[in-house]
């Protein structure tokens, strides 16, 4: 091989061997199911291998994905058929505690299953099985990303470092990477589109010619049994059609090419339509499945458009697991600006073009290179689409992976505008340093989030003066501190603990800390395996001395002021709590100090906050007295509403409730606000409106400690309206208010 040949393809080459390093490093470093619906892929390539058929859509084991095409599980359980796990449709041990404060960049209980010294290398049975499947993924990965090369090498042959920076754009998206080491089947949709999207391209380069139309009636029925969002990839195939020049008369040319490709797809695909037909009485499976997930009304996904969006926009680019490990808002905002850049810089570039000064090669772009970009303009816009389409009827459909099949033709349109602009003597400059930062930013997701969230406890050195407070004769408690001194409602308790491990215990054992108020009411409260869910008690080793802090957050509607104990110990799940043993006392907890829960001295409402229900309303503050009762007596809830934008043609209610742990109701008082009379299409924006409820408990309410549930529902269909943060996210159609404790009658 000449040199020449050696510098042209080395773009190429060490892209795609760095993305399959990386792709490898992500499928180890991540423990196997916590990737997004990762354990019923699994099972789905699990019941090919193992059983020898395809699934059939029900909600049992190894079933829940069985609506999607089969031609990616086919080659993962071709390549582990031979790997026979003990339980090929296994459940794993499952976090109860897990995606604590999901948004929140950090490492607190992020495993969505328990991990153990079974899972680690030498990989064996379901391991084994797992990594291999994973490794098919990659594999298919490696071919999206080349094609990806290929795809900007056809529309801009002469600047191989635009080719180059495209690749890494794909290569290097730390999602990407991350889902190329897991799975799942979106990674082989991305190969199988950019393996159409290339096939579109040459189509309007060269012509409708018949190998073409072979090729791509073969691809779109390898889409058709790889997954189903590919479908739209037809109408990104009707464009390549109509934009290819051919001989004879357009229209004619343009029926026997149809006919041609869908012939072909539905010899290779029509039979799994058939077959759908047979088991659910419709081609796709669909209903089948909404049977199974659940649908949105559109209309509602319509409303949540905006915040969807971006959840789908941070999940394109790098949220891992289920999306409970973010990565800092740095990283989007990073993306966000190249991408903006590029597209910037491809709209300059295309005007540029047009002039025979700065063009390519002191050439103006052709005709068909026009035609290229408008064909991948079309390839992410029918991609977006279908997104969007997912939002409206999905609760589950802001994923950014199922973007992925536009990620070649988006990177390609991307790098143009990024690279193209700059002349030709610094393009490789700029697109190597480009390509480094892409690889940069996955390598620090990869090292700074996603392995720190699986990672067990470093060991700590023991306090100069250790407690020695044994804990139900399985672990010991050697010092403990909380900070800080004073909080305010919303804010957080945190209570660092160093621990010495005596033995494990046969079953996961988990710590609480509870915050409890004068009255003797638990106000907060935190649950979690040690290693903040990474390093259960099954598989503590003994000796180990690790400290770890558990942070409780207080409800924005604690009450204040107040003076609140903290209260930590241990306990069986099965059992109960552990003793703790202390100066020659045994209690089933400990209490490691006191914090002052302070009021906001410049409040304007009691209890003073703001929580949002989807911008139609907002509580200001509340009042509940007394918050001790008797059965069947009332008590009085005072609340301060403010109009943010309510609805001037529907008219909305609140609820009242008084919960116990089962969520049977003891206590109500729904009605509209402010009075029977009071209508809130009538309310006008920005007003406050003072909501006294009056409600009473059922006179049969056994002792014990009862929530207080607060929300809206509209009163002509009684939907209830949603809590939303301040960064957009939806938090629950209701709010716990508070706490109130039912004692007997004289006590």
Known sequence: MSVSSVRRHLWPVLILLAYLGLGIAFSIANPIQEATDEIRHYRYVRYIADYGVLPIQSGEQGNAQAHHPPLYYLTAALATFWVHPADPLYE?????HWAFRDWEVGTDNKNQYLHGPDEAWPYRDTSLAAHLSRWITLLWGGGAVFLTYSIARTLLPKQPAVAGMAMALVAFGPMYAYLSGAINNDVPATLISAAITYAC?????????????????????????????LIAMLAVIELALLLAPVQGKKWSSFLRANAIILGISALLAGWWYVRNTILY??????????????VREPHVGAALIGPQLRDAWTTLWGRFGYGQIPLPPAFYYGFGVLCGLGMIGLAVFLIRARSSRHSEAEQPMTEAQRRMIVILIATVLVNFAVLCGYILISPFGAMGRFLFPALPAFAT????????????LVQAVVAVLLAILMLAAALLALVGYLIPAYAIPADA?????????????????????????????????????TWEVIRPTPVPYAVFVHVVDSQGILIAQRDTYTGLGSYPSIWWRPGHIFTETYRVFLPETTYAPEQARIELGLYNPDAGRLPVERLGTTEDKLTVG????????????????????????????YTIEPRTLTPGQQMVVTLYWQAITPPADEDFKVFLHVLDDQQTIWGLYDGPPVGASMRTSGWE????????????????????????????????DGHRLNVVASDGHIIDNRLLLGTVRVVTAGQ
């Open 92 to 96: 794993p041990l499952p976090n109860p």
């Open 461 to 497: 050195a023991p306090p100069p003066e250790p407690l020695n407070i044994e804990v139900g004769n399985v672990i010991r408690i050697l010092d403990y501190h909380i900070s800080p001194a004073a909080v305010r409602p919303g804010q957080q308790i945190n209570v660092t603990v």
């Open 594 to 621: 006191h914090v002052a829960i302070e009021a906001d001295p410049t409040a304007i409402y009691p209890n003073q906050g703001f929580t949002n229900w989807e911008d139609r309303f907002a509580l200001l503050g």
């Open 685 to 716: 924006t920005g007003d406050i409106y003072e909501d006294v409820r009056t409600l009473s408990l059922r006179p049969d309410t056994p002792p014990g400690l009862y929530v207080i549930e607060l929300g809206w529902f509209s009163d002509t």
């Open 281 to 294: 009485g419709e081609p796709t499976g669909f209903i089948r499945l909404t049977e199974i997930w659940g």
């Open 201 to 229: 391209l040459r189509l309007v380069q060269d012509g409708s010619h018949k190998r073409w139309l072979l090729i791509l009636g073969i691809l779109y029925g390898l889409a058709n049994l790889t997954k189903f969002n």
């Open 413 to 424: 349109l991307v790098a143009t505008g990024l690279v193209g602009l700059w002349p030709r």
